[in-house]
């Protein structure tokens, strides 16, 4: 445990020596995450067809309800959060929802 220890505290007082030095020696990065994409009704059916399933289907690997995905595609709601990643990365890759199947048909 005590060499646990001491290691965590040679990298907090390195950074520390770091941060109060002018010349950085550390390595440092930058992190830039992309928006949340916002989803018009026809895109989620688009999606939603690209992959061949029912709005049921859909909204069950989605993880979430049947009337959310009517609302999305009736543009009185719209996907946002993880439900917008998610339809961003299946807009990526066509092979998602088979890479990742969530949901199975009977005798799959």
């Known amino acids: ?3 646990t220890y001491d290691s965590i ?3 907090l007082n ?11 020696k550390l390595p440092r990065r930058v992190v830039a995450v992309v928006p949340v994409k916002e989803y018009k009704a026809e895109e989620v059916k688009r999606i939603r067809n690209s992959t ?3 709005q049921k289907t859909f909204a ?4 979430v309800s049947d009337k959310t ?4 595609e009736a543009g009185i709601n719209h996907p946002s ?3 917008s990643r998610l339809l961003n990365m299946m807009e990526m890759d066509e092979n998602l929802t088979r890479e990742f199947p969530f949901v199975t ?4």
């Open 9 to 11: 505290m040679a990298g």
């Open 105 to 108: 048909t009977a005798g799959s």
């Open 14 to 24: 390195e950074a520390l020596e770091d941060a109060r030095s002018k010349e950085k």
């Open 69 to 72: 995905v009517e609302a999305w």
């Open 81 to 83: 959060g993880a439900a």
């Open 60 to 63: 069950r690997y989605l993880g």
């Open 52 to 54: 061949g399933m029912s």
């Open 1 to 3: 445990m005590s060499g």
